[in-house]
T-cell receptor, first 113, second 112 residues
Framework: DADVTQTPRNRITKTGKRIMLECSQT?????MYWYRQDPGLGLRLIYY???????NKGEISDGYSVSRQAQAKFSLSLESAIPNQTALYFC????????????FGPGTRLTVT | GENVEQHPSTLSVQEGDSAVIKCTYS??????FPWYKQELGKGPQLIID?????GEKKDQRIAVTLNKTAKHFSLHITETQPEDSAVYFC???????????FGPGTSLSVIP
């Protein structure tokens, strides 16, 4: 089984709808991240969390919110989706402290029409 | 904040040739520089990293070099193979790994 899973893998939604993307990990890591990938812009950090009680904004948090339900679960919400939020979204985890490697999920392709 | 630039954005090489991808960073406090490979339909995966206390690191056909004075670091792939075709991202971070800032990516195509 994959260490980092994301659901759904693909989603098409309409402008104005609320949508939640979910991430689960079995690596036992404390740190979790949400990134957005757009062609030519690389990976941009939306939010990150170093433990269940810690939530931090990244480079592009406007229009997004997150919830860290447990050490293993970190969800990303779009309260009112807009077309320029169409992108590939990745969740990642890391052990922090002992090393910088991040482990990425397979991604969620979100299309907002 | 940190800014990471990466060149070229696309690169095509013949199988067996070498490929070089170059990155620059802006924050002199950065001291951890990972490289990630993203295959089609998958999430990025770490392939090699370097810390500021070394200037070069090799792992089989892959090597990274770091010039802290110039704030440059590069990825070198020798004897390229078709399975090296992917998007490669450089990144920079401080030792606390609070945030990893990624470059925009290089799409590498290895032509058989």
């Amino acid at each position: 089984d994959a260490d980092v899973t994301q659901t759904p893998r693909n989603r098409i939604t309409k402008t104005g709808k609320r949508i939640m993307l979910e991430c689960s990990q079995t690596k036992g890591h404390d740190r979790m991240y949400w990134y957005r990938q757009d062609p030519g812009l690389g990976l941009r950090l939306i939010y990150y969390s170093f433990d269940v009680k810690d939530i931090n904004k990244g480079e592009i948090s406007d229009g997004y919110s997150v919830s860290r339900q447990a050490q293993a679960k970190f969800s990303l919400s779009l309260e009112s989706a807009i077309p320029n939020q169409t992108a590939l979204y990745f969740c990642a985890t890391s052990e922090g402290g002992r090393g910088g490697e991040q482990y990425f999920g397979p991604g969620t392709r979100l299309t907002v029409t | 904040g940190e800014n990471v630039e990466q060149h070229p954005s696309t690169l095509s090489v013949q199988e067996g040739d070498s490929a070089v991808i170059k990155c620059t960073y802006s924050d002199s406090a950065s001291n951890y520089f990972p490289w990630y490979k993203q295959e089609l339909g998958k999430g990025p995966q770490l392939i090699i990293d370097i810390r500021s206390n070394v200037g070069e690191k090799k792992d089989q056909r892959i090597a990274v070099t770091l010039n802290k004075t110039a704030k440059h670091f590069s990825l070198h792939i020798t004897e390229t193979q078709p399975e090296d075709s992917a998007v490669y991202f450089c990144a920079a971070s401080t030792a606390s790994y609070d945030k990893v800032i990624f470059g925009p990516g290089t799409s590498l195509s290895v032509i058989p």
